[in-house]
T-cell receptor, first 112, second 116 residues
């Protein structure tokens, strides 16, 4: 979904379940992608990155999938925990570009 | 320092007044970025510094906004004659070099600006 004004798309997930957050990126020339996590009152924090020569990358409890054909990025969080409650942003960088362009964000709420 | 430091953390100002926001990047980081985040929105790029020069200031919304960086370190973002639509969280980030390398940027906690 797209964020509209104050209404970020929200994903409610039961503690222990897996979460999938989706992002459509805009530029087919982008070659580097990052997922950030932003907790209330803090700046965005790096979670995981992926380059365009890969379609999957795994970290600790997180996996990023990249589908360049449809310009789609997803973040999977395994066994979601209360501490995962935050807003998640994808960001893209165009090859040889100087700045990251951010998506609108998805709020994840973990229910106990 | 150990992280990106921004000050003040909160600023309330009257419409029409000027404000200065400060960013102290990680020591040794040559690139510095300013983004703006309105309530419930994503991050909007404002300006980027490589050293003391600003090769890309394409995101500054109007000529009321300006930024400078001195000594390749501290940066200030100045908003003149503030308007209510300037209310947002202003985020600063730094990276070790220009361009986007592994791990992207390190962000500060931001300055929440409220124009009343």
């Amino acid at each position: 979904g797209e964020s509209v004004g104050l209404h970020l798309p929200t994903l409610s997930v039961q503690e222990g379940d897996n979460s999938i957050i989706n992002c459509a990126y805009s530029n087919s020339a982008s070659d580097y992608f990052i997922w950030y996590k932003q907790e209330s009152g803090k700046g965005p924090q790096f979670i995981i990155d992926i380059r365009s020569n890969m379609d999957k990358r795994q970290g600790q409890r997180v996996t990023v999938l990249l589908n360049k054909t449809v310009k789609h990025l997803s973040l999977q969080i395994a066994a979601t925990q209360p501490g995962d409650s935050a807003v998640y942003f994808c960001a893209e960088n165009m090859a040889a570009g100087n700045k990251l362009t951010f998506g609108g964000g998805t709020r994840v709420l973990v229910k106990p | 320092g150990a992280g990106v430091s921004q000050s003040p953390s909160n600023k309330v100002t009257e419409k029409g007044k000027d404000v200065e926001l400060r960013c102290d990047p990680i020591s040794g980081h040559t690139a510095l970025y300013w983004y703006r985040q309105s309530l419930g929105q994503g991050l909007e790029f404002l300006i980027y510094f490589q050293g003391n020069s600003a090769p890309d200031k394409s995101g500054l919304p109007s000529d009321r906004f300006s930024a400078e960086r001195t000594g390749g370190s501290v940066s200030t973002l100045t908003i003149q004659r503030t308007q209510q639509e300037d209310s947002a969280v202003y985020l600063c980030a730094s990276s070790i070099t220009w361009g986007v390398t592994n791990y992207g940027y390190t962000f500060g906690s931001g300055t929440r600006l409220t124009v009343v």
